[in-house]
């Protein structure tokens, strides 16, 4: 069916076709649907159809305004509009209760339980409204006792804290009496748990009498001051109450697979133990490159618990390295400094290579060379390192001074004698940090970097001798004294053996409480003595 007539270029009626656009009747839809052979439900819709054509009940009202057609249309719209307010809702009156009078005492009691006295300042629940019948009270009853928690806090004082919990100046002194025959006040730690239980106040204006107060004083030990019972004047009295502490060590071990930090962290150790492992072990071994997923870790750790199922870390105690069932690496935290000694070597002699004697630069190596001042060859018998003037200058081993001063061309100079027929030499100080005969560590500062005798500038000229000649100090290694003598050898094996002797995990378990005929032999004192770990 062809609907739009096209327009052909060159048109005579072009600009009138663009005008005008086509459209069909209604007769000539109805009459190309028939033809169409498309079949039409009866004549009656039919019909209907051609009469609203013809009458046209609904005619656009913003065209031909006041026409017969537009009124027609008009009163289209007005029969629609009354058809549609016909059937519109019907509203009808809703009942209620009927308002009741009510008196003045049963409205205030209604009034008092709204919202209102709520912003006012109220509490919830029930309240009723002040009346005549309300007499002021001259004083408020208090309780008779307090129990309460107070909190020693970090930089405060044991006064301070009981004088806040309300406890009288006469009872604060006497209870800092009583404590600090047991322990200084100033060591006990802050984040430490009071507590105190007030009585009633002997006076209007006096403060509470202190009945009882307790603490825990420290890992093995709580403490309290007590009163007589029903005595609110008698002098308060210091209670130890031990605790029983088991302080065998914690041993950790596991296999170290794809990380050894992981591998720790998963079979239960802490963050600062691992680390103090990994520092131990680095020393001796490289993390990187000589531990497999296969080797196993060991680390053994001061732990303590107490029957009140408290429990407290403490230092590294052992670190080892197993490779294949055997132990490749065995470090035992020893001496008043806390190192960790290495089991194979802590009782022999070994060879240590030097340590640098300054931070700084190697400025001329050992052999032949122009001297700088002189303007000729000679033999250049150490090594220079370029330094800031001032820069302080370390012993390289362990020693003794045989010589500090001025020497030559060396300027200030210091000579080490080193065990095994060594010795070190250390010239152009500035300044001199040691005296003739004295014993230094390795590392220990002996001088500072300068320019005096022959040289052209601040630097540090380092000369090793062997029998009296000198070499070169390049990879220069030194005999080491063994770090334990015999006596402490054997102690130290001794403890090495207590350690590898526990079981992994077994200081996990409950604390078993002290048998009876332990408490009754023990004596309070022993028990109150500090246990050492291991």
Known sequence: MRVFKGHGRGSQNEAQDTRTPASLSHDQMIGEER????????GLRAGIEAWCQRVDLAPDLASDIGSRRWFRGLATLVGLGAVAFAFWPDFSAVEAATFTPLEERVRDEFRSQTMAPLALGADSGRHMGASPLVRPLASV???????????????????????????????????????????PASEIESG?????????????????????????????????????????????????HPIHVDATPLRIRGKVGSSLYRSARAAGAPVAAIQAYLRAI????SLDSDIGSEDEFDMILAYKRSAKGDRKLGDLLYAGIAHEGKMRLQL?????????????????AREVPIGAPVAGRVT??????????????RMH??????????????????????????????????????????????????????KRGERVKAGEVIGYVGSTGLSTG?????EAYRGGRTINPAGLKILASPQLDRRERAAFETRLQNLLRLEPGAALADIAPPSDAEAETTREIDRLAPQQVG
């Open 192 to 240: 430490t748990q009071f507590d105190i239980t007030l009585g009633q106040r002997p006076g209007p204006r006096s403060p509470r009498v202190l009945e009882s107060l307790s603490f825990r004083a420290r890992f093995d030990l709580d403490l309290s001051v007590e009163r007589g019972e029903g005595d609110t004047q008698g002098p308060l009295r210091l209670m130890r």
């Open 332 to 348: 035992l935290h020893w001496g008043e400094d806390g190192q960790m000694l290495a089991a194979d070597t802590a009782g022999k």
């Open 282 to 285: 680095d020393k001796y071994i």
């Open 458 to 462: 601040p630097h540090l000229h380092l």
């Open 141 to 183: 009853p208090e309780r008779p006792r307090i129990e309460l928690v107070s909190t020693l806090g970090q930089g405060d004082s044991l006064s301070r804290m009981l004088g806040r919990a309300g406890v009288g100046a006469l009872d604060v002194a006497e209870v800092e009496n009583l404590i600090k025959g047991t322990l």
């Open 381 to 434: 018998a150490g090594i220079d390192y370029g330094a800031r003037h001032g820069t302080p200058i370390h012993a390289v081993a362990a020693g003794r001074v045989i010589f500090s001063g001025r020497h030559g061309g060396h300027g200030n100079y210091v000579r080490l004698e080193h065990s095994g027929g060594l010795a070190t030499g250390y010239g152009h100080m500035s300044r001199i940090a040691v």
């Open 364 to 377: 001329s190596n050992y052999g032949m060379r122009r001297h700088p001042i002189l303007g000729y060859k």
């Open 35 to 42: 033809g169409g052979g498309r079949s039409v439900r009866g």
